[in-house]
């Protein structure tokens, strides 16, 4: 079975401020894909990031980055000087590598970030 | 279509009407799923189509819930003898399928209410 824990069920931050948003999956597959999926109040699911488990190189982009350790079974996404428009809810998932592809959700995190 | 649409985008609905609500998929994506997202709270999933079969039909909460595709494209998820329970965002999503592509894709959703 699969699972997709985000602990932070809501987190404030003053504009300006790094926040780091924490994921923890389980899986007992060797393959599988991890993303991130942002949810702005207009309530469209947006793709931010997938990540291969054999890739265990931190990403960048931009104010982004993530951190994926298969040691600890996280993929914790940073912002780095965020800004009000980083407002949203932030999805953790995770996905079998071919054959059947089931996506498994995380609950979520409510980042409000205050101006 | 550039992206997956969804119609209707709202729909309000009396207690006991049966709904339909429709999913287009990004063109050429064999995979498509559909969710639901009750206010303020994550995704859950409900049924998963390769092609025009469903090979994991199991977030799908009664048997009031049923869902078809045809063509392999465009996807209807009826639900009979609505409840108030059921009001929620239904975000249908589609993936490339096969080895290439294992980002999924959301649309905007379909927000029904039931009174």
């Known amino acids: 079975a699969q699972k997709v824990t985000q602990a932070q069920t809501e987190i404030s931050v003053v504009e300006k401020e790094d926040v780091t948003l924490d994921c923890v999956y389980e899986t007992r597959d060797t393959t599988y894909y991890l993303f991130w999926y942002k949810q702005p109040p207009s309530g469209e699911l947006v793709f931010l990031i997938r990540r291969n488990s054999f890739d265990e190189q931190n990403e960048i982009s931009g104010r982004y980055s993530w951190n994926f350790q298969k040691s600890t079974s996280s993929f914790n996404f940073t912002i780095t000087a965020s800004q009000v428009v980083d407002s949203a809810v932030y999805f953790c998932?995770?996905?079998?590598?071919?054959?059947?592809?089931?996506?498994?959700f995380g609950t979520g995190t409510k980042l409000q970030v205050i101006p | 279509g550039a992206g997956v649409s969804q119609s209707p985008s709202n729909k309000v609905t009396e207690k006991g009407k049966d709904v339909e609500l429709r999913c287009d998929p990004i063109?050429?994506?064999?995979?498509l799923y559909w969710y639901r997202q009750s206010l303020g709270q994550g995704l859950e999933f409900l049924i998963y189509f390769q092609g025009n079969s469903a090979p994991d039909k199991s977030g799908l909460p009664s048997d009031r819930f049923s869902a078809e595709r045809t063509g392999g494209s465009v996807s209807t998820l009826t639900i009979q003898r609505t409840q108030q329970e059921d009001s929620a965002v239904y975000l249908c999503?589609?993936?490339?399928?096969?080895?290439?592509?294992?980002?999924?894709?959301f649309g905007e959703g379909s927000w029904l209410t039931v009174v």
């Open positions: 999503a589609s993936s490339p399928g096969g080895s290439s592509g294992n980002t999924i894709y």
């Open positions: 063109s050429g994506h064999t995979a």
């Open positions: 998932a995770l996905r079998r590598s071919g054959g059947y592809q089931k996506v498994t």
